[in-house]
């Protein structure tokens, strides 16, 4: 599909009237406080540098990232416009400041090169097929400054049968087209051939749903 058609997106849990049932879902299965802040704490990020979170969502991380680290502009980046609209309402909620929220693809960020020093993005990449996630990681390396990091979150290669098994309702419900590679451990493959440097697993998460692991890399 074309990417002005409103449907060339997919919705966080796939379907429109399910995404107000995101965040109870993801915070109470996903033990999802616990693992966005693994993945902030392994960056090392100071004061007054610029952040994108990927996919934002209803924007948990982006208030995450703003909470534990006060003088950042953090940008929250995400296709579906109905949950935006959630992210800022709880934004006008919390009264939060130094973040903004956009509109837009990951595979054609509206921004310019060189502008973030760090992207953040969680369970994104396997609603993606194989050749979105390519775009999508070559965007980020444009849009990082030089030594900019890269830190996603997502499932990956489960560590027994059992998490295999947990996996298989995400495969239905997201599509084995855009999942199966995650089966097979694909991230770290892709980080590689996009051009990233110094690429590091930092922790794996049991799930109810599978296993995901979070990442850290570096743009040369």
């Given amino acids: 599909m074309k990417k002005d058609n409103p449907k060339a997106y997919i919705p966080a ?3 429109h009237w399910l995404t107000r049932f995101y965040d109870p879902l993801v915070a109470s299965g ?3 406080k616990k693992m966005k802040m693994h993945l902030i ?3 090392s990020i100071r004061s007054s540098e610029l ?3 990927l996919a934002c969502g209803t924007g948990t ?4 990232l703003q909470q534990t680290h006060s ?3 953090v940008t929250g980046i995400d296709a579906d416009p109905q949950i935006l609209a959630i992210a800022k309402e709880k934004m006008k909620e919390k009264r939060a400041k130094g973040i903004v929220f956009k509109e837009g693809f990951s595979d054609q960020l509206p921004f310019s090169a060189y502008q973030f020093h760090h992207v953040f993005t969680s369970l994104f990449v396997h609603h993606l097929t194989l050749e979105k996630k390519k775009e ?3 965007e980020v390396r444009r849009v990082l400054k ?10 990956e290669k489960p560590q027994n049968g059992w998490m295999r098994a947990a996996f298989l309702p995400v495969q239905f419900l997201d599509g084995f087209e855009t999942t199966s590679t995650h089966v097979k451990g694909i991230i770290p493959a892709l980080l590689k051939e996009t051009g990233f440097a110094a690429i590091e697993e930092t922790r794996q998460f049991s799930t109810i749903l599978g296993t995901l692991r979070a990442y850290k890399a570096y743009k040369p």
């Fill in 41 to 43: 704490n392994q960056a």
């Fill in 136 to 138: 999508t990681f070559e």
């Fill in 61 to 64: 991380l982006a208030f995450l």
């Fill in 71 to 73: 003088g950042i502009q």
């Fill in 30 to 32: 996903l033990q999802e």
């Fill in 51 to 53: 952040i994108l979170d």
């Fill in 146 to 155: 030089p030594g900019g990091q890269f830190h996603i979150l997502d499932f």
């Fill in 13 to 15: 849990l796939k379907y």
